[in-house]
């Protein structure tokens, strides 16, 4: 069957970026049709710590917090090397402030100990990462509703289990519409433009290894499969941010599938929250940085450089019993518990056994422990630089934890101009397309980095500034958003 309504705005994806842009879009005055491929809306948000980050909120003042965009706009730059879009960053960190301050007044239920440093990622200059007490569902909790009222006004119309299988173009090459699947059969709708709002590719493999080209050990939400991308490069949409990717230093493998990683069992590797009695191997036994090196971003450039981006954290049973939690939510009892049936988890009365049942070269991993154990017995300094070595490894049992860098989160996306119009391969736009969330990529408000909070604050606040702007007469792409979203400074 065919349906040839017409929207004014179709968002394809109801998640962190499609929810506020269909609100404000048919706030706007649009009729804007929202379509989900999964049968619930929410998207990244049902899996996603909600991590945001915003500088010159009303509860930094309330703390006496002294922070401005400006010097949220220095922090990226300094922690992408630069390397991040800086015409996307700017407009996203101008707008965090009013991002937050928006979800504060609809009552969003933040973390008492926020905003704050978070050392996940390379940390900020000043406290400005905030969350709620349920992660992303937090801020979902706060979307829903006013979806949901939207929805029984009539302002937006909504479809979940509704996949968008194709874009529809006119002879100039302007998107009018898009094909979704039904039940009854294939839809034609007519749309003034499409936002494409799908997410990232980090949950599908075969996307995965041709735009980034490395192994994929993925923790990603199972419903960022690259729609958005694909759909782009069929009416000639670019690929923006090769070469960003970086991986999330270490989680265990997933119990049951080879290319997933079980995120809510993860070692604990940032120094600073626990200093490490472990060493960190490669698959030949080789150590590969300083275990207690405090800097993130550098552990995760390093791992870039491993084999695989697989290493495995070797200690012996003292380590386990004082330094805790060797694994996110495992006591000492736990660990000893689990080795040798969890995946990955590995235990033997000898080095020589236990790098055999891991799959470490036996010879490269005892000479390796015996260099450790000697410089720290004779005072020598670490050949690595390593400065906390609170014990040799030497108490049996000893254990394994095999480790990859893993995908959260996608780095390439489809490239857009400054207006989030969706741009080809010569830079020219294609008409009546538009792109926003993580379908852009992290490396558009990331780079070759990870900078806290600045998947999801964009998202949302680029999100309602695109739909403010697509109201009737969209086509018009110099219209300005509303007061309301532009930056107070």
Not at 14 to 40: F, Q, S
Not at 209 to 237: F, K, M, N, Q, Y
Not at 265 to 293: C, M, N, Q
Not at 421 to 441: H, I, M, N, W, Y
Request: net charge negative; proline share 7%.
């Amino acid at each position: 069957m065919t349906d040839r309504r017409r929207y004014d705005v179709v968002v394809v994806g109801a998640g962190t970026a499609g929810i506020p842009c269909a609100l404000e879009a048919a706030t706007a005055g649009a009729r804007v049709l929202l379509l989900e491929k999964d049968g619930r809306v929410g998207g990244t948000l049902h899996t996603s710590g909600g991590h945001l980050s915003a500088a010159g909120t009303r509860r930094q003042a309330a703390q006496s917090i002294q922070d401005d965009s400006d010097l949220h706009l220095a922090d990226v730059r300094r922690i992408s090397h630069g390397s991040a879009r800086d015409d996307l960053v700017r407009r996203a960190v101008e707008l965090a402030p009013v991002t937050v301050d928006w979800l504060d007044d609809l009552g969003f239920d933040f973390a008492p100990e926020t905003p704050r440093l978070v050392y996940g990622h390379e940390p900020y200059s000043a406290p400005r990462t905030y969350y709620g007490r349920d992660g992303g569902l937090s801020i979902l909790h706060v979307l829903e509703p006013l979806l949901r009222d939207a929805v029984a006004r009539g302002d937006v119309e909504l479809r979940t289990a509704t996949p968008v299988t194709g874009l529809r173009s006119d002879g100039e090459g302007r998107v009018v519409g898009v094909t979704v699947w039904s039940r009854d059969g294939d839809q034609d709708v007519d749309a003034g433009a499409v936002v494409l709002a799908t997410g990232g590719f980090a949950a599908d493999p075969d996307v995965f290894a041709e735009i980034e080209g490395v192994p994929l050990v993925s923790a990603a939400h199972p419903t960022s499969t690259g729609d958005g991308l694909l759909l782009a490069r069929t009416v000639g949409g670019a690929v923006a941010g090769r070469g960003t990717y970086l991986p999330t230093f270490g989680g265990l493998p997933h119990p049951t599938t080879p290319t997933r990683a079980q995120w809510s069992d993860r070692p604990l590797l940032i120094a600073t929250e626990r200093p490490p009695w472990e060493v960190y191997v490669d698959r030949a036994g080789r150590r590969f940085v300083a275990e207690d090196e405090p800097s993130i971003d550098q552990k995760e450039r390093a791992l870039v450089a491993v084999p695989d981006m697989t290493f495995w954290t070797v200690f012996d049973d003292r380590a386990r019993r004082e330094s805790v939690p060797m694994v996110l939510g495992w006591s000492p009892a736990d660990l000893a518990a689990r080795a040798g049936r969890r995946a990955g988890v590995h235990t033997a009365d000898d080095l020589e056994s236990l790098a055999r049942l891991a799959g470490i070269d036996p010879t490269g991993l005892l000479g390796t422990v015996r260099d450790y154990n000697a410089a720290l017995t004779d005072g020598r300094p670490d050949p690595t630089g390593r400065q906390h070595r609170p014990a040799p490894i030497a108490e049996p049992p000893y254990f394994a934890l095999e480790n990859h860098g893993i995908t959260l989160i996608s780095f390439a996306g489809v490239d857009v101009d400054a207006d989030l119009a969706v741009r080809r391969t010569d830079g020219s736009v294609v008409p009546g397309l538009f792109a926003v969330g993580e379908v852009l990529g992290a490396g558009a408000s990331c780079g070759n980095s990870f900078c806290g909070g600045m998947m999801v604050t964009p998202a949302i606040g680029l999100g309602r500034w695109l739909g403010a702007r697509l109201g009737p007469g969209l086509a018009d792409r110099s219209l300005r958003a509303p007061e309301s979203l532009n930056s107070p400074s």
